[in-house]
Protein backbone atom coordinates (compact mmCIF):
# COMPACT_ATOMS: atom_id res chain seq x y z
CA UNK A 1 0.00 0.00 0.00
CA UNK A 2 1.46 3.49 -0.81
CA UNK A 3 0.66 6.28 1.46
CA UNK A 4 -1.01 9.06 -0.84
CA UNK A 5 -1.18 12.62 -0.90
CA UNK A 6 -1.83 13.24 3.03
CA UNK A 7 -1.33 11.16 6.00
CA UNK A 8 -4.92 10.72 5.61
CA UNK A 9 -4.92 9.48 1.79
CA UNK A 10 -3.90 6.18 0.46
CA UNK A 11 -3.34 4.73 -2.91
CA UNK A 12 -3.31 0.97 -3.23
CA UNK A 13 -4.62 -2.28 -5.67
CA UNK A 14 -8.43 -2.07 -6.12
CA UNK A 15 -9.72 -5.91 -4.57
CA UNK A 16 -13.40 -7.00 -5.77
CA UNK A 17 -14.13 -6.10 -1.87
CA UNK A 18 -13.82 -2.69 -2.87
CA UNK A 19 -16.60 -2.98 -5.38
CA UNK A 20 -19.56 -1.78 -3.44
CA UNK A 21 -17.79 1.17 -2.72
CA UNK A 22 -16.41 2.13 -6.35
CA UNK A 23 -19.67 1.52 -7.46
CA UNK A 24 -21.58 3.81 -4.90
CA UNK A 25 -18.89 6.72 -5.81
CA UNK A 26 -19.56 5.75 -9.28
CA UNK A 27 -23.04 6.88 -8.30
CA UNK A 28 -22.42 10.27 -7.42
CA UNK A 29 -20.88 11.38 -10.54
CA UNK A 30 -22.77 13.45 -13.04
CA UNK A 31 -22.61 12.48 -16.69
CA UNK A 32 -20.74 9.33 -15.47
CA UNK A 33 -21.69 6.17 -17.89
CA UNK A 34 -22.36 3.13 -16.37
CA UNK A 35 -23.08 -0.20 -18.32
CA UNK A 36 -25.07 -3.19 -16.90
CA UNK A 37 -22.61 -6.21 -17.51
CA UNK A 38 -19.76 -4.66 -17.84
CA UNK A 39 -19.67 -2.74 -14.37
CA UNK A 40 -21.75 -5.32 -12.88
CA UNK A 41 -19.85 -7.26 -9.83
CA UNK A 42 -19.25 -9.76 -12.10
CA UNK A 43 -17.78 -7.65 -14.89
CA UNK A 44 -15.30 -5.99 -12.59
CA UNK A 45 -14.12 -8.71 -11.07
CA UNK A 46 -13.64 -10.47 -14.54
CA UNK A 47 -11.76 -6.94 -15.40
CA UNK A 48 -9.70 -7.60 -11.80
CA UNK A 49 -9.09 -10.99 -12.57
CA UNK A 50 -7.62 -10.17 -16.13
CA UNK A 51 -5.47 -7.41 -14.69
CA UNK A 52 -4.77 -8.19 -10.80
CA UNK A 53 -2.36 -5.02 -10.22
CA UNK A 54 -3.16 -2.41 -12.57
CA UNK A 55 -6.73 -0.68 -11.12
CA UNK A 56 -6.23 1.55 -8.01
CA UNK A 57 -8.42 3.25 -5.47
CA UNK A 58 -8.18 6.24 -3.18
CA UNK A 59 -9.21 5.81 0.17
CA UNK A 60 -9.98 8.65 2.71
CA UNK A 61 -10.63 6.78 6.27
CA UNK A 62 -11.05 3.76 5.40
CA UNK A 63 -13.46 5.50 2.47
CA UNK A 64 -13.26 4.69 -1.68
CA UNK A 65 -12.87 8.32 -2.61
CA UNK A 66 -11.27 7.91 -6.00
CA UNK A 67 -10.57 4.35 -8.24
CA UNK A 68 -9.18 3.78 -12.20
CA UNK A 69 -9.98 0.83 -14.06
CA UNK A 70 -7.15 0.06 -15.59
CA UNK A 71 -5.93 -3.33 -17.97
CA UNK A 72 -3.89 -3.99 -20.72
CA UNK A 73 -3.64 -6.30 -23.84
CA UNK A 74 0.09 -7.21 -23.46
CA UNK A 75 1.01 -3.51 -25.45
CA UNK A 76 -1.07 -0.84 -24.39
CA UNK A 77 -2.68 0.14 -21.69
CA UNK A 78 -6.15 1.86 -20.80
CA UNK A 79 -7.81 3.36 -18.31
CA UNK A 80 -11.81 3.40 -17.53
CA UNK A 81 -13.88 4.82 -15.18
CA UNK A 82 -11.51 7.59 -13.64
CA UNK A 83 -12.94 9.79 -10.78
CA UNK A 84 -12.52 11.40 -7.93
CA UNK A 85 -15.26 12.36 -5.67
CA UNK A 86 -16.14 16.05 -5.95
CA UNK A 87 -15.61 16.16 -2.54
CA UNK A 88 -11.97 15.27 -2.74
CA UNK A 89 -10.69 16.85 -5.95
CA UNK A 90 -7.98 19.40 -6.71
CA UNK A 91 -5.88 17.17 -3.85
CA UNK A 92 -3.75 15.35 -6.43
CA UNK A 93 -5.05 12.58 -5.93
CA UNK A 94 -6.57 11.61 -9.71
CA UNK A 95 -2.75 12.11 -10.45
CA UNK A 96 -1.44 9.43 -7.67
CA UNK A 97 -3.65 7.11 -9.10
CA UNK A 98 -2.90 7.82 -12.37
CA UNK A 99 1.23 7.12 -11.79
CA UNK A 100 0.23 4.32 -9.06
CA UNK A 101 -1.56 2.71 -12.09
CA UNK A 102 1.29 3.71 -14.73
CA UNK A 103 3.92 2.47 -12.89
CA UNK A 104 1.93 -1.07 -12.70
CA UNK A 105 1.89 -0.88 -16.26
CA UNK A 106 5.51 -0.25 -16.78
CA UNK A 107 5.92 -3.39 -14.38
CA UNK A 108 3.71 -5.72 -16.77
CA UNK A 109 6.04 -3.90 -19.52
CA UNK A 110 3.64 -1.95 -20.73
CA UNK A 111 4.97 1.55 -22.75
CA UNK A 112 1.70 3.05 -23.73
CA UNK A 113 -1.40 3.93 -21.99
CA UNK A 114 -4.69 5.20 -23.28
CA UNK A 115 -7.87 6.81 -22.22
CA UNK A 116 -11.20 8.16 -23.41
CA UNK A 117 -12.86 11.23 -21.98
CA UNK A 118 -16.12 12.35 -23.12
CA UNK A 119 -16.05 15.57 -24.91
CA UNK A 120 -18.68 17.04 -22.20
CA UNK A 121 -16.30 15.96 -19.63
CA UNK A 122 -15.07 19.17 -19.30
CA UNK A 123 -13.31 18.52 -16.11
CA UNK A 124 -11.72 15.60 -16.52
CA UNK A 125 -10.14 16.93 -20.13
CA UNK A 126 -9.00 19.32 -18.33
CA UNK A 127 -7.65 17.34 -16.10
CA UNK A 128 -5.71 14.50 -18.30
CA UNK A 129 -4.23 18.18 -20.39
CA UNK A 130 -2.98 19.88 -17.24
CA UNK A 131 -1.26 16.50 -16.06
CA UNK A 132 1.00 16.12 -19.49
CA UNK A 133 -1.07 13.86 -21.43
CA UNK A 134 -1.74 14.31 -25.24
CA UNK A 135 -4.86 15.25 -27.08
CA UNK A 136 -5.10 13.35 -30.40
CA UNK A 137 -6.47 15.05 -33.13
CA UNK A 138 -5.20 12.26 -35.87
CA UNK A 139 -6.81 9.33 -35.10
CA UNK A 140 -11.28 8.51 -34.48
CA UNK A 141 -12.38 6.29 -31.83
CA UNK A 142 -14.80 3.29 -33.29
CA UNK A 143 -16.24 0.41 -31.30
CA UNK A 144 -18.56 -2.13 -32.26
CA UNK A 145 -21.64 -3.21 -29.74
CA UNK A 146 -21.23 -6.96 -29.62
CA UNK A 147 -23.78 -7.78 -26.38
CA UNK A 148 -26.92 -5.10 -26.73
CA UNK A 149 -28.09 -6.25 -23.24
CA UNK A 150 -24.78 -4.26 -22.14
CA UNK A 151 -26.53 -0.90 -21.70
CA UNK A 152 -25.38 1.82 -20.83
CA UNK A 153 -27.18 4.38 -18.50
CA UNK A 154 -25.63 7.98 -17.72
CA UNK A 155 -25.79 9.19 -14.22
CA UNK A 156 -27.73 12.93 -14.10
Request: net charge positive.
Amino acid sequence: MQQGIGSKIQIREMQISDYEQVRALWMTIHGFGIRSIDDSREGVARFLKRNPSTSVVALADGRVVGAILCGHDGRRGCFYHVCVHEDFRKQGIGKAMAVFAMKALQAEQINKVSLIAFKKNEVGNHFWKSVGWTFREDLNYYDFVLNDANITEFNK
